[in-house]
């Protein structure tokens, strides 16, 4: 059974959870789950056209769906920032000091 409509409609969960962290002031948890609505999406793509992709590199699936797809340079760029999103904003051992969110601000 191919499951990515189930992938999608959580993609697009993580997406509003997002928007709700940056209205509370949560942007290290907002850049994560924007970093995670998209993998889930992106899986959802892959899923869609046959191909289920696995990790956690927006940037590496999309080279992978570039082989099958036209994926404009705009959008590589903005996975790019965000596959930089997936263990900072976790971890304080992300930083030689201080907190995540002492990193991530709205801006």
């Not at 609505?37 to 590199?57: D, M, P, Q």
């Amino acid at each position: 059974m191919n499951r990515w409509k189930d992938w999608y409609e959580q993609g697009k969960r993580d997406y509003t959870r997002a928007l709700l962290d940056i209205q509370y002031g949560y942007y290290e948890w907002a850049c994560f789950t924007l970093q995670q609505s998209s993998e889930k999406v992106i899986k959802a793509l892959g899923l869609v056209r046959g191909i289920t992709l696995w990790g956690h590199s927006l940037t590496e699936m999309l080279k992978r769906l570039r082989q099958d797809l036209e994926i404009p340079e705009e959008v590589l760029d903005s996975v790019r920032l965000l596959d930089m999103y997936y263990i900072p904003p976790r971890y304080p051992n992300g930083f030689a000091a201080g907190k995540p969110a002492d990193y991530f601000t709205e801006r």
